[in-house]
């Protein structure tokens, strides 16, 4: 059943996801990965984005790209065009090919970026802006070039702790529709950065440090049900309380990568019609 307007999603199968070089706190190579498991938590996520509604893309999973189903750094997309990545890392730096490849085939505009940025990990589209994180992955010459190509006014917010490296893993739009509802972890924020949320969005659902450690802000909401992992139980009770539907999802083995549901899912937000 539902409720909202359905959402278009861009998500990559983890047929060859592996831990086999550490970019993030998270990772460990020596720690064993069940790829089985991976593929059904996996599915299992797609799933329920389909059962809610909602259209599922899929981006074909290369051999040679173990972080590919992590698909949210792949791009950011408003207003039907596909700003592309340039990542961090030489790692990953081929999925941003893939990336653009799948939006020139389906009739996206593309904008292909000049400065370093990992898509909808640092970026989040909320009340018809932009809020940009730096600190780790993204460069902030990509915010400017975000502001230019959308048109859209982007602040710029400063992480700080290594363990909350993209923007995503920090904060989260709960309903980007109106001025936007947000939920964040202000630690992770520099002490002016988080006076900026707080002048931005007064009524932001406030996270502690232990529902970002369980990757309970790398959700996707619809702007009524919010999609997240069965290990941030107290976020979800915080989502609850703040008029939303939790639905959590197991996804155990993607977290070795660290990263969660947000980051297995990118957003296609279409051309205003
Ligand atoms: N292993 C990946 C990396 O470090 C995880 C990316 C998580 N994605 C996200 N949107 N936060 O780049």
Sequence with gaps: ????????YLMCEPAHFRVEYAINPWMDPEAPVDSELAA???H???QTLSDLGHTVHLLDPDPDLPDMVYAANGALVIDGTAYGARFRYPERAAEADAHRRWFERNGWRFAAPTATN???GDFAHVGGMVLAG???RTDPDAHQEVQEIFGRPV???RLVDPRFYHLDTALAVL???GRGRIAYYPGAFSPSSQAVLTRLFPDALIADEVDAAAFGLNLVSDSRHVVLNSDATAMAGKVADAGFIPVPVELSELRKGGG???CCIAELRPAAS
């Excluded at 059943?1 to 278009?8: Q, V």
């Design 1 to 8: 059943m539902l409720m909202t307007a359905p959402r278009s």
């Design 40 to 42: 059904k938590q996996w």
């Design 44 to 46: 299992q996520l797609r």
């Design 118 to 120: 990992e898509g909808e």
């Design 134 to 136: 730096y600190g780790f």
């Design 155 to 157: 602040t710029s917010l």
């Design 175 to 177: 309903d980007p529709a």
């Design 260 to 262: 969660s549901v947000k």
